[in-house]
């Protein structure tokens, strides 16, 4: 859905999202949204994790992108979009900004990064990304369309419980 609004976006699903095209897909990319599984651990942030494409029960460690593979990036993203559970979770250092996914793709350059506090729900989830992005090209800001699509799961019969809609953050820009 999101790929058939954005203009000029390519959508890499099944065994062709590895780790390896995100990678290359990264130095260029205006907008990075991935809709994945993640895994935080705010013990140990660097065993943190979004996993890409993983073809059978077990974890292929090879399609894992860690915490500290992030922050040898080199991205000018204007936004990333971690639609995976609980990636604004981290470890809190005094005097040190949180390590969390969202605060690693800022330190290698995403501008904006919108990231999840806790495991959310997949079709809620969607509903608010699909109405930022309608918002966000209609020419509101990344703040207004991301308040404009959560707003709009307040409205709804289904999703109007804060569990399913204000567990979306953005950070910076």
């Given at each position: 859905?999101?790929?058939?609004?954005?203009?000029?976006?390519?959508?890499?699903?099944?065994?062709?999202?590895?780790?390896?095209?995100?990678?290359?897909?990264?130095?260029?990319?205006?907008?990075?949204?991935?809709?994945?599984?993640?895994?935080?651990?705010?013990?140990?942030?660097?065993?943190?994790?979004?996993?890409?494409?993983q073809p059978g029960d077990s974890l292929d460690t090879e399609e894992l992108l860690f915490l500290?593979?992030?922050?040898?990036?080199?991205?000018?993203?204007?936004?990333?979009?971690?639609?995976?559970?609980?990636?604004?979770?981290?470890?809190?250092?005094?005097?040190?900004?949180?390590?969390?996914?969202?605060?690693?793709?800022?330190?290698?350059?995403?501008?904006?990064?919108?990231?999840?506090?806790w495991q959310v729900d997949d079709a809620a989830t969607k509903e608010v990304m699909v109405d930022?992005?309608?918002?966000?090209?209609?020419?509101?800001?990344?703040?207004?369309?991301?308040?404009?699509?959560?707003?709009?799961?307040?409205?709804?019969?289904?999703?109007?419980?804060?569990?399913?809609?204000a567990g979306v953050t953005l950070q910076g820009e």
């Amino acid at each position: 859905t999101i790929t058939n609004l954005v203009p000029g976006s390519e959508k890499v699903v099944g065994a062709a999202a590895d780790r390896q095209r995100f990678l290359a897909a990264v130095p260029d990319a205006r907008i990075l949204h991935l809709s994945a599984h993640g895994m935080v651990d705010a013990e140990k942030p660097e065993r943190s994790f979004v996993a890409f494409s993983q073809p059978g029960d077990s974890l292929d460690t090879e399609e894992l992108l860690f915490l500290n593979d992030l922050y040898a990036l080199s991205m000018t993203a204007e936004l990333t979009v971690l639609s995976a559970c609980e990636t604004s979770l981290g470890q809190l250092s005094p005097g040190e900004l949180p390590l969390t996914m969202g605060g690693a793709f800022a330190a290698a350059g995403a501008r904006s990064t919108i990231t999840t506090l806790w495991q959310v729900d997949d079709a809620a989830t969607k509903e608010v990304m699909v109405d930022f992005y309608r918002a966000l090209l209609a020419g509101e800001s990344r703040a207004e369309a991301l308040q404009r699509a959560q707003r709009a799961r307040r409205e709804t019969d289904m999703h109007q419980h804060p569990y399913f809609w204000a567990g979306v953050t953005l950070q910076g820009e």
